[in-house]
């Protein structure tokens, strides 16, 4: 097969020989894939510094049919993810593992491809105020843009929790100032009616400000998300809730989503 030019995040590596890699991209027109980079491990190659994690960059590779490596050739860094706070870094590490979770090879997702870029940009510009943040409290503007990313991964993907009628029935939750807390079924992937409540397992409970929060966390459409502001009160009631979802979802428990918690 010809070879292809395609753009390219950079998921993970991994050492294959004392001289090559393994390098698990997300590119734009063919979704994930995984390559052999023959001399990549090398103290003078042709790669240089492209296949670090996040960067994106514009590779040539080989396709081979079948669950082979894929043979990449060329990789001109277009992107360099380049931050200097613990907080930002890990931050993105969070984010590509969460794309490498959810996708398969030979997949095409070119608005995921396309949300995940923008969203480590948003990573790169919040670096000067992760800098004076801790891990156990990173700012409240990365938060929320970590909550939008991973909420719109799940929509893409399929997976998303219902956040606006009853998973079971259809019914709409109200989240107007007052109405009563909202059941969310782990299980069943979304709110609950109160009719439909009753019986269920792994039930847990959102007030109407988290759920709203939720609701505008998962739009598409930045003027919605952007501009929201969330205390650390409603923040920790998502975290909360979010991450047993996402927990459950890729079952098994994630380490890095023990600082996310608040």
């Known amino acids: 097969m010809p070879p292809l030019n395609d753009d390219a995040i950079v998921l993970r590596t991994s050492d294959f020989s004392e001289t090559s890699m393994v390098v ?150 109200e989240v107007r100032r007052g109405a009563r807390r909202a059941a969310f079924g782990m299980r069943e992937g979304g709110v609950l009616c109160p009719r439909c409540r009753p019986g269920k397992t792994r039930v847990v409970s959102l007030s109407p400000e988290a759920l709203g929060a939720l609701q505008l966390l998962a739009s598409p459409e930045e003027r919605f998300w952007k501009r929201l502001q969330l205390s650390q009160k409603t923040l920790g009631e998502i975290r909360g809730v979010w991450n047993q979802y996402l927990a459950h979802q890729m079952e098994r428990p994630v380490p890095i989503f023990q600082w996310l918690k608040r």
């Open 24 to 173: 698990t991209f997300f590119t734009r027109e063919s979704g994930k894939i995984t390559c052999l980079a023959k001399g990549a491990r090398r103290l003078k190659n042709p790669f240089d510094t492209a296949f670090d994690a996040m960067n994106v960059c514009r590779i040539l590779y080989y396709p081979k049919s079948g669950d082979v490596l894929q043979l990449v050739t060329e990789a001109k860094l277009t992107e360099r993810f380049r931050v200097d706070s613990t907080v930002a870094i890990y931050a993105g590490f969070h984010v590509v593992q969460l794309l490498n979770h959810f996708t398969e090879n030979f997949s095409p997702q070119t608005a995921l491809f396309d949300l995940t870029k923008i969203i480590l940009n948003d990573i790169l510009s919040l670096n000067p105020i992760c800098r004076s943040a801790s891990l156990e409290d990173p700012p409240e503007k990365l938060s929320r843009c970590l909550l939008h990313y991973e909420l719109r991964l799940l929509q893409l993907v399929g997976v998303a929790p219902s956040l606006r009628e009853c998973v079971e029935c259809g019914e709409k939750i």
